[in-house]
């Protein structure tokens, strides 16, 4: 079974930057083959898309309206790896944070479409 792993969350003040990744783990699987999806979801909220790249034959990217200029999603085929590079962070931006993707290969991804497997979640913390 495809799993995510998520790493890179932490503690960061106003106005700073953290790069979260998201890799596969338990088989080699080439996530280019993969649309994949940040959540995140802060306490007593609700969870919600942030970012989604499609898969590498349609290359679309995606992103919801209070982090574009702000975040960006991108792939590392050497490394495997999707990234969610998080700038000028706010308060309102602390959540844990989830990678996700869908059982079907070569899917064009949207932050409301269904997702089959995700991470473990990490942990954004953005306080002075």
């Known amino acids: 079974q495809l799993q995510l792993v998520e790493s890179g969350g932490g503690l960061v003040q106003p106005g700073g930057s953290l790069r979260l990744s998201c890799a596969a783990s338990g088989f080699t699987l080439d996530l280019n083959y993969y649309a994949i999806a940040w959540f995140r979801q802060a306490p007593g909220k609700e969870r919600e898309g942030v970012s989604c790249?499609?898969?590498?034959?349609?290359?679309?990217?995606y992103y919801a309206d209070d982090v574009k200029g702000r975040f960006t999603i991108s792939r590392d085929n050497a490394k495997n790896t999707v990234y969610l590079q998080m700038d000028s962070l706010k308060p309102e931006d602390t959540a844990v944070y989830y990678c996700?993707?869908?059982?079907?290969?070569?899917?064009?991804?949207?932050?409301?479409?269904?997702?089959?497997?995700w991470g473990q979640g990490t942990q954004v913390t953005v306080s002075s």
């Open positions: 790249i499609s898969s590498s034959s349609h290359g679309s990217i």
């Open positions: 996700a993707t869908t059982r079907d290969i070569w899917r064009r991804c949207g932050l409301s479409s269904k997702y089959d497997y």
